[in-house]
């Protein structure tokens, strides 16, 4: 082939020299190393936003519940920036792993619901199966327990209350990975890291009536 677009959760030492022993370029989407060009979603920012709305709220406790950090992106990037925008209100919330699984999610989900008023998630299907958990237990969203995800699927808008979530532009992701791959089979030069921009979409799901601001 002559190029490799390598779309990954997890890059690992294994994969890095694979791709240093082969002759095609490659372009890494959604995870980044420093010895590959990749285009990927400015996690760390997208995280900080969030947690800087939660820690902006009257939430008294606070989870974050995300994938362990074998994942770089969601599992350090984004978990680093929502724990620094909690810190800037002086928040510290309690930390949990599941999968990026929705049935899995519920489970992990299901102890915490009545536990906080607010859990952010790592990713919408862990989003998702928070609303679910919840939903079984009867508790109220936003007015008892204020739900947060990462990724802007379709299916946050269409489920009751509708889930507030960063959106992240999957689409001109992959039209830039692409690009830059013909550029680099074209001998041309481009950017060692491609960081895309995302959007914050406030649907129904967190409690805004008591800010701190």
């Known amino acids: ?15 890095i020299e694979a791709i240093q022993e082969i002759k095609a370029p ?3 989407v959604g995870q980044s190393d420093e010895h590959v060009p990749s285009v ?38 984004r978990k680093k920036g929502i724990l620094s925008g909690l810190k800037r209100y002086n928040q510290t919330p309690d930390v949990y792993y599941t999968t990026f699984d929705l049935q ?12 906080y008023d607010a859990l952010i998630c790592g990713t919408d299907n862990i989003a998702l199966g928070t609303l679910k958990a919840a939903h079984h237990q009867h508790i109220q969203v936003p007015n008892q327990l204020s739900i947060a ?3 802007g699927y379709d299916t ?31 001998g041309e030069a481009i950017k060692q890291i491609e960081v895309m ?14 800010s701190n601001e």
């Open 156 to 186: 946050t808008s269409i489920v009751t209350p509708s889930l507030a979530t960063i959106s992240f532009p999957y689409k001109q992701t992959g039209e830039k990975a692409a690009q830059n791959l013909i550029r680099i089979i074209n």
């Open 104 to 115: 899995q999610a519920v489970v992990a989900a299901k102890p915490l619901v009545s536990q």
């Open 197 to 210: 921009d995302f959007e914050f979409i406030k649907n129904n799901s967190i409690d805004l009536s008591e």
């Open 40 to 77: 990927i979603q400015n996690d760390f920012e997208a995280g900080r936003t969030i947690g800087e709305l939660f820690g902006q709220q009257n939430f008294k406790r606070i989870a974050y519940l995300g994938v362990d950090e074998y994942d770089k992106a969601v599992g350090v990037e």
């Open 149 to 151: 995800g990462f990724g």
């Open 1 to 15: 082939v002559d190029g490799i677009l390598l779309i990954a959760t997890q890059i690992t030492k294994q994969h």
């Open 26 to 28: 490659v372009i890494l």
